[in-house]
């Protein structure tokens, strides 16, 4: 892993007003800030930098009575306009006996006794608008007023993990829209990257990572998307790559219809137990090379893993081809960063990378540190390049 100059954590759990939140005045039960992390970046008309921050909020006390509490988005009165959709909702409390949960992962609760796994949040996350200075390294304005939360019942228990891409006139923003209904991608887009307009439902099965290219290719939108399964099926003998979760392509006419390209993307190599598992990081953005990914790798460990950060360079008309990868990480996680918050860790060993702007000889990165705050590290470009 590389050393860089400019590293640190921008913001947190502790920057974050929830008497702003789209939650406040609901609940009737204390909540804080479990992370402000996994932040979407791009840069706005004005030369400033914006992240999308993902806030996970969570009850102080989620346990009593004999149960564990979920947070929970529904529609006032049941009802939902004819598309889906309803601006008007609030927030409620589901209790779950404890003698029918599993808690070991402080992120969730599996539900015991089924066929499948099923599950359900410590927390509900809504994306929060952070804008920072031109270098990434200060905060500017967080702006509440238009923060993007639940709005239908395919989302009611949260919207995470935003990822914002800049393609022609339009930001284009994908967010992970979490129910029991699916676990769906859903899209945004903007005029300006800070007024967000919900579009629709694009993925309809349970996809981590969808990524945007950053310009199109032959007139055609083109994503990194990374569906989910309990089910893979094993390479031949001596293969050089690794059957599970990869990074798959798809295009698309309009941003709203996508169609899965028939030739894989990037793939776990099998003489690496740092990918065993893999997804998207950063929307690819388009240099003299080719495409620029970056994206995340999964070393077994414990419960969560130790996540990692690499790249690719992808051809800059086939983006099937990869033309030059690391096994080195670029990123992995920095415990001198997260020191002063180690009275709230609960993961260890994770950085998320998602997402990437030019900034002349270099590029500001942002990251998710621990799931619990923000990151920027500003890399070289000469990093990147033969």
């Not at 992370?35 to 009593?64: C, H, K, S």
């Not at 409390?93 to 404890?98: E, K, R, S």
Request: aromatic fraction near 10%.
């Amino acid at each position: 892993m590389s050393s860089f100059p400019v590293d640190r954590l921008v913001f947190g759990p502790d920057d974050v007003d929830l008497a702003r939140s789209p939650l406040a005045g609901h609940l009737g039960a204390e909540t804080y800030v479990l992370g402000a992390f996994n932040p979407g970046l791009t840069r706005l008309p004005n030369g400033n930098l914006l992240m999308m921050v993902r806030i996970a909020e969570a009850l102080r006390q989620p346990i009593f009575d004999g149960h564990v509490h979920a947070i929970r988005w529904e529609a006032e009165g049941g009802r939902r306009h004819a598309g889906g959709m309803s601006q008007a909702g609030r927030y409620v409390l589901d209790a779950w006996p404890l003698d029918q949960v599993d808690t070991a992962d402080p992120r969730k609760f599996l539900i015991r006794g089924g066929r499948w796994r099923v599950m359900a949040l410590t927390s509900l996350s809504w994306i929060l608008p952070v804008e920072l200075s031109a270098d990434g390294l200060d905060v500017v304005a967080v702006h509440y007023d238009r923060a993007v939360a639940p709005q239908g019942s395919f989302q009611c228990y949260g919207v995470e993990d935003a990822r914002v891409s800049h393609v022609g006139d339009r930001w284009l923003m994908t967010t992970c829209s979490v129910s029991p209904e699916r676990h769906s991608t859903t899209l945004y887009s903007s005029t300006d990257g800070l007024e967000w307009t919900f579009e629709d439902v694009v993925l309809d099965h349970q996809n981590k990572d969808m990524l945007i290219f950053e310009g199109r290719i032959d007139g055609q939108y083109w994503a990194q998307t990374r569906p989910l399964g309990d089910l893979y099926f094993a390479y031949p003998p001596g293969s050089e790559w690794r059957a599970g979760p990869s990074i798959n392509l798809a295009t698309s006419p309009d941003a709203l219809h996508w169609k899965p390209h028939r030739e894989p993307g990037i793939r776990p190599h099998a003489d690496t137990i740092a990918t065993a598992r893999m997804g998207g990081g950063t929307p690819p953005i388009l240099t003299d090379e080719g495409w620029l990914t970056l994206w995340h790798g999964v070393e077994p460990k414990e419960i969560v893993g130790v996540y990692r950060t690499y790249w690719s360079i992808l051809d800059r008309d086939d983006p099937t081809r990869v033309l030059r990868t690391e096994h080195a990480p670029l990123l992995e996680a920095n415990t001198e960063l997260t020191r002063p918050l180690e009275d709230k860790m609960y993961v260890r060993d994770v950085v998320f990378t998602t997402g990437i702007a030019d900034a002349g000889d270099h590029y500001v990165v942002a990251s998710g540190e621990a799931d619990l705050a923000c990151r920027i590290t500003h890399v070289p470009k000469s990093v990147f390049q033969a």
